[in-house]
């Protein structure tokens, strides 16, 4: 009965290739979010959908593409994978957009661009 | 231009004793403060949290304290046990998302 489930929790794959993950949560939230923990450990948002709107989109490359299908997924497609892409990333999702709302995170995919 | 920052990559503190983490920040905007603790291959969990009107909240061996002034905020974790030993994110809330510390990892030693 995981939360907040990513798949999948690693991938290596090569510069220049396209790859997707998948994030879903089953809490019934409304909003969900896409964060990335770079190499010095901060931990950053991307993106934030409440159900299925773009709310928030960081100076993300526009390689970086978020997908919401339904509320309850929230998929991330990465196009001509770079080094620098390298981090582990976390799906997360809270009830409403409001602001003191609790996260819930994922376990974490955590992406090697070699 | 790290809005939100801790200091000490890591601590380490013997069992029994306090663990007092801490989190400097910069923004005055920031309004709600919270505290994720991270197992490994894990995803971070909330931990305890403090409105920007208060100085002080406490959830049991967790004590959270915020000083606006100072633009700093502290968790202290009384008596620590082994296992409390993981890896603790400071977060701060503001226009709708929240702006992340890069962590401290917490070791208790027996």
């Known amino acids: 009965d995981t939360a907040v489930s990513q798949t999948p929790k690693y991938l290596v794959t090569q510069m220049g290739n396209d790859k997707s993950i998948k994030c879903e949560q089953n809490?019934?939230?409304?909003?969900m979010y896409w964060y990335k923990q770079d190499s010095k450990k901060f931990l950053k948002i991307m993106f934030s959908y409440n159900n299925k709107e773009l709310i928030i989109n960081e100076t993300v490359p526009n390689r970086f593409s978020p997908k919401s299908p339904d509320k309850a997924h929230l998929n991330l497609h990465i196009n001509s994978l770079e080094l620098g892409d390298s981090a582990v990333y976390f799906c997360?999702?809270?009830?409403?957009?409001?602001?003191?709302?609790?996260?819930?995170f994922g376990p974490g995919t955590r992406l090697t661009v070699l | 231009d790290q809005q939100v920052k801790q200091n000490s990559p890591s601590l380490s503190v013997q069992e029994g004793r306090i663990s007092i983490l801490n989190c400097d920040y910069t923004?005055?905007?920031?309004?709600?403060f919270l505290w994720y603790k991270k197992y490994p291959a894990e995803g971070p969990t909330f931990l305890i949290s403090?409105?920007?009107?208060?100085d002080k909240n406490e959830d049991g061996r967790f004590t959270v304290f915020l000083n606006k002034s100072a633009k700093h905020l502290s968790l202290h974790i009384v008596p620590s046990q082994p296992g409390d030993s993981a890896v603790y994110f400071c977060?701060?809330?503001?226009?709708?998302?929240?702006?992340f510390g890069q962590g401290t990892r917490l070791t208790i030693n027996p």
């Open positions: 977060a701060a809330r503001g226009a709708q998302k929240l702006v």
């Open positions: 809490l019934g939230h409304d909003t």
């Open positions: 403090i409105s920007s009107i208060k």
């Open positions: 997360a999702s809270t009830p409403t957009s409001g602001s003191t709302d609790t996260q819930y």
């Open positions: 923004n005055s905007m920031f309004d709600y």
